[in-house]
């Protein structure tokens, strides 16, 4: 039997969240944190709302991850987000020591992997997931940025 | 005349913060951010107590002045922080173009500088500042840990 639940769903949840960024004029990118199929954090990018460059939605999902789990190591989960990590967000996963990354668009400037930023040995990370579609709503939002301004 | 607002005057400040997570058993680092001379932010390492990988003293204290200010860039700002800064944080620095970093005592293993995270081009970085007693205090916290165990 097929799994409906491969990457390409959770990505789209990931997606999701993206898109609720964009909607508050957020830089739109979105995570969802897995663990058994299940869905168990949400988080999208919130640095301007929150006056917080530390509010990424990877940083809140792995919050609110280690919340519902009730304990700070995401062992066995998977992180879909819809942009590759930046060097804080890989460090946070660094130290979570979470079982899978998976991202949507590369950043090819501030994303870890052109940056070298150490994952945890226990952590495996595959891209490419939905990159298209990530990319276009970054581009879209950009676009519309560029004319308000 | 003497300006008694120096880089010890400070750093002993954010050293009072890594006692306060000392006493709370946590791994004690702490850290102040301080703009003309005035400390508009504190935090320690709460990373147990939360269960949260992301509450290191210096992404707390980012947080808080942030607040404080009423914007997400930490420009003319220093930390103060007792442990040089890991990937994760100094990611975070990276994004909040902090003017200056401030650390205690090196971090060899898994610190920004062995690790080669990338800082801000605004943003520069000394150490050494109180090193001596902020390593006593982390290796008194593993000699107290170790002997719970």
Known sequence: ??????????????????????????????????????????????????????????????TAAANFLGGKYLHNCTLYVTLEPCQMCAGALYWSQISKIVYGARDEERGCIALKTKLHPKTKMIGGVLAEEASELLKRFFIKKRNLN
């Open 1 to 62: 039997m097929l799994n409906p639940y491969d990457d390409t769903y959770f990505m789209k949840k990931a997606m999701q969240e993206a898109e609720l960024a964009f909607d508050k004029d957020e830089v739109p990118v979105g995570a969802v944190i897995v663990i058994e199929d299940r869905i168990i954090a949400r988080g999208h990018n919130l640095t301007e709302l929150l006056n917080d460059v530390t509010a990424h939605a990877e940083m809140q999902a792995i």
